[in-house]
Protein backbone atom coordinates (compact mmCIF):
# COMPACT_ATOMS: atom_id res chain seq x y z
CA UNK A 1 0.00 0.00 0.00
CA UNK A 2 1.02 3.54 -1.05
CA UNK A 3 2.18 5.99 1.71
CA UNK A 4 0.94 9.07 1.45
CA UNK A 5 1.86 12.40 3.41
CA UNK A 6 -0.72 15.33 4.77
CA UNK A 7 -0.54 18.56 6.36
CA UNK A 8 -3.32 20.32 7.90
CA UNK A 9 -3.34 24.16 6.68
CA UNK A 10 -4.75 25.76 10.47
CA UNK A 11 -2.55 23.64 12.85
CA UNK A 12 0.38 22.42 10.88
CA UNK A 13 -0.03 18.94 12.04
CA UNK A 14 1.96 16.67 9.51
CA UNK A 15 1.80 12.80 9.22
CA UNK A 16 1.74 9.99 6.35
CA UNK A 17 -0.96 7.73 6.28
CA UNK A 18 -0.90 4.31 4.30
CA UNK A 19 -4.21 4.34 2.06
CA UNK A 20 -5.14 2.06 -1.00
CA UNK A 21 -4.62 4.00 -3.92
CA UNK A 22 -8.53 3.78 -4.54
CA UNK A 23 -9.45 5.77 -1.23
CA UNK A 24 -10.50 9.16 -1.03
CA UNK A 25 -8.22 12.19 0.00
CA UNK A 26 -8.47 12.58 3.88
CA UNK A 27 -9.84 15.78 4.38
CA UNK A 28 -10.35 16.21 8.35
CA UNK A 29 -6.93 16.61 10.39
CA UNK A 30 -6.54 14.15 13.34
CA UNK A 31 -5.17 17.62 15.84
CA UNK A 32 -7.48 20.01 15.74
CA UNK A 33 -10.54 18.42 13.59
CA UNK A 34 -10.82 21.21 10.76
CA UNK A 35 -11.20 20.17 6.84
CA UNK A 36 -7.82 21.84 6.25
CA UNK A 37 -5.80 19.01 5.22
CA UNK A 38 -4.58 18.76 2.22
CA UNK A 39 -2.39 15.39 0.42
CA UNK A 40 1.55 16.61 -0.32
CA UNK A 41 3.42 15.76 -3.67
CA UNK A 42 6.18 13.48 -2.53
CA UNK A 43 9.01 12.03 -4.14
CA UNK A 44 7.90 8.46 -4.02
CA UNK A 45 10.12 5.54 -4.69
CA UNK A 46 11.40 3.99 -7.55
CA UNK A 47 9.97 0.91 -9.03
CA UNK A 48 12.53 -2.44 -8.03
CA UNK A 49 12.18 -5.70 -9.68
CA UNK A 50 13.27 -8.48 -7.19
CA UNK A 51 13.74 -12.15 -7.77
CA UNK A 52 15.01 -14.44 -10.69
CA UNK A 53 14.22 -13.57 -14.09
CA UNK A 54 14.89 -9.63 -13.77
CA UNK A 55 18.80 -8.82 -15.63
CA UNK A 56 19.16 -5.35 -16.26
CA UNK A 57 20.07 -6.60 -19.89
CA UNK A 58 16.66 -7.84 -20.30
CA UNK A 59 15.49 -4.50 -21.49
CA UNK A 60 18.30 -3.20 -23.30
CA UNK A 61 17.25 -0.71 -26.46
CA UNK A 62 17.38 -2.21 -30.32
CA UNK A 63 20.17 -0.03 -31.12
CA UNK A 64 22.22 -1.24 -27.98
CA UNK A 65 21.48 -4.70 -28.89
CA UNK A 66 22.61 -3.93 -32.85
CA UNK A 67 26.02 -2.39 -31.44
CA UNK A 68 26.77 -5.09 -29.52
CA UNK A 69 26.43 -7.77 -32.08
CA UNK A 70 28.56 -5.64 -34.62
CA UNK A 71 31.27 -5.34 -32.15
CA UNK A 72 31.82 -8.78 -31.70
CA UNK A 73 32.62 -9.83 -34.79
CA UNK A 74 35.09 -6.92 -35.30
CA UNK A 75 36.44 -7.62 -31.52
CA UNK A 76 37.17 -11.66 -32.76
CA UNK A 77 39.23 -10.57 -36.23
CA UNK A 78 40.80 -8.12 -34.26
CA UNK A 79 42.46 -10.22 -31.82
CA UNK A 80 42.53 -12.92 -35.27
CA UNK A 81 44.62 -10.31 -36.77
CA UNK A 82 47.05 -9.33 -34.58
CA UNK A 83 47.81 -13.40 -33.61
CA UNK A 84 48.36 -13.84 -37.37
CA UNK A 85 50.64 -10.52 -38.09
CA UNK A 86 52.58 -12.28 -35.07
CA UNK A 87 52.83 -15.45 -36.46
CA UNK A 88 53.85 -13.88 -39.81
CA UNK A 89 56.89 -11.55 -38.69
CA UNK A 90 58.12 -14.70 -36.81
CA UNK A 91 58.48 -17.02 -39.74
CA UNK A 92 59.75 -14.52 -42.05
CA UNK A 93 62.71 -13.01 -39.45
CA UNK A 94 63.97 -16.97 -39.54
Known amino acids: MPTYDYVCDQCEHSFEAFQRIDEEVLTDCPECGKSALRRLFGAGSGLLFKGSGFYETDYR????????????????????????????????SS
Open 61 to 92: SDNYKKRQKEDKPESKTKSEASKSSKKDTGKS
